[in-house]
C-alpha cells in the first residue's frame, strides 16, 4: 500500500478558509474513490466529502455549500477546499483512498488512511 500524505492544517479564525492536500508518495490511486474524513475530539470519526475517479463527487450536510473536494491528475493529489469554517469544524482531518468501483461515506469501505491533519476554528 502506498501512503498517503496530507498537508494544509492549520489555525484559522470562524470565518476563515483553508486548502488541505493529500498526496500518495507515488502515483496511486488514480482509478480509486477518494475521500476526506474528520474526527473531533471525543467524537467519531465522520465522512465529509469524496470523489470518484470521474470526477462525482458527493458531501455530507456539514460540508455541502462550504467544502470542495476536488484531485488532480496525474499525480492524483487530492484537495478539500474549506471555506466559511466554524469552530464546529475543529478535528484532524484524514485522506483516504476507497475501492475502484464504487464510493461510500463508511469509514470500513476505505483500506489506506493517512495520518491526518489538525485544523482549528476559533471564534
Known amino acids: 500500500q502506498v501512503p498517503l500524505v496530507e498537508s494544509g492544517g492549520d489555525s484559522v479564525q470562524a470565518g476563515g478558509s483553508l486548502k488541505l492536500s493529500c498526496a500518495p508518495s507515488?502515483?496511486?490511486?488514480?482509478?480509486?474513490?477518494m475521500a476526506w474524513f474528520r474526527q473531533a475530539p471525543g467524537k467519531e470519526r465522520e465522512w465529509v466529502a469524496w470523489?470518484?475517479?470521474?470526477?462525482?463527487?458527493d458531501y455530507a450536510d456539514s460540508a455541502k455549500g462550504r467544502f470542495t473536494i476536488s484531485r488532480v491528475n496525474p499525480r492524483n493529489i487530492l484537495y478539500l477546499e474549506m471555506n466559511r469554517l466554524t469552530p464546529e469544524d475543529t478535528a484532524i482531518y484524514y485522506c483516504?483512498?476507497?475501492?475502484?468501483?464504487?464510493?461510500?461515506?463508511?469509514?470500513?469501505?476505505?483500506?489506506?488512511w493517512g495520518r491526518g491533519t489538525q485544523v482549528t476554528v476559533s471564534s
Open positions: 507515488i502515483s496511486a490511486y488514480s482509478g480509486h474513490c
Open positions: 470523489i470518484n475517479s470521474g470526477g462525482f463527487t
Open positions: 483516504a483512498a476507497g475501492r475502484e468501483t464504487w464510493c461510500s461515506d463508511d469509514s470500513a469501505d476505505y483500506i489506506v
